[in-house]
């Protein structure tokens, strides 16, 4: 079973923006001081403001709600990868709203959304 998938376009977009939340989120409750590899977040943050055209991301889902992500980044002035893994929270709390279908969790994007929606 092939469980990699490769974002679109329009949906390394979402996923940039998903990133970006989440690097700011770091920056300000200053956890980028306990990571053990710091400037790994400084090319998360790269990967939230370049073109998108310039990056392939391709996630893998691990188990559930956990995702491998890899991001290459490729062009004339400069190439790099990275990879993370992603614990999916918005995900989960989905499946603890179950029953509120109006709870605004529901209306968040995920990085869930993005590798259901992808072909393989």
Known sequence: MNNKKILKTEQKKI?????KILVEYDERKN???????PELHYIRKAVTVTDPDLIRV???????????????????????MTEWVHEDGIAQERVTHLSDPDHPVHAIACITDLYKACKA
Not at 31 to 37: D, F
Not at 60 to 79: G, L, Q
């Open 58 to 80: 391709e996630l893998t889902e691990t188990s559930a709600f956990t995702y491998r992500i890899v991001v290459a980044y490729s062009s004339e002035m400069a190439h790099f």
């Open 15 to 19: 996923f940039q923006d998903i990133t």
């Open 31 to 37: 956890r980028i001081e306990n990571y053990s590899n």
